[in-house]
């Protein structure tokens, strides 16, 4: 069970350090306009905010990726505890978009399914 949480957790890790790429690296590119719906006008225009919002997204990802190496390495406690801080805030970023903005419910499930059953997964698993 242990292994499951951390493979869902590394897949959240993994799809969040996409989500920065998208929003810190291509923000104006056809991409990321594709992938979040804006006009070339408006990415530009909101380049700074989604390029601040992408490093959210990294240290999110980089707080996972180093619990999953501790807990590989024998120290579950911080491990744990760094995977719940990590996935956890995805979950609950990807809960807010959910009920803040029905109409990106999609993107919501798609960026909150593997954080979300990595923390159950990590919770039934310890």
């Known amino acids: 069970m242990l292994t499951v ?27 990321a306009r594709a ?3 804006t006009t070339p006008e408006g990415a530009q225009a909101t380049r700074e905010m989604a390029f ?21 390495t024998g120290h579950t406690s911080i491990g744990a505890t760094l995977i ?13 978009l959910l009920v803040t903005s029905p109409n990106k419910r999609s993107a919501a499930i798609r960026q909150g399914i593997f954080p979300l059953f990595a923390v159950i997964t990590l919770v039934l698993a310890l």
């Open 35 to 37: 992938t979040f719906g």
């Open 84 to 96: 719940f801080a990590g996935a956890g805030s995805m979950a609950a970023a990807a809960l807010l």
């Open 5 to 31: 949480a951390l493979i869902l957790a590394a897949l959240a890790a993994l799809l969040h350090v996409f989500i920065f790429y998208l929003e810190s690296i291509a923000w104006t590119g056809p991409r």
């Open 52 to 72: 601040n919002q992408g490093f959210y997204n990294l240290f999110l990802a980089i707080s996972a990726g180093v619990g999953i190496v501790l807990v590989l």
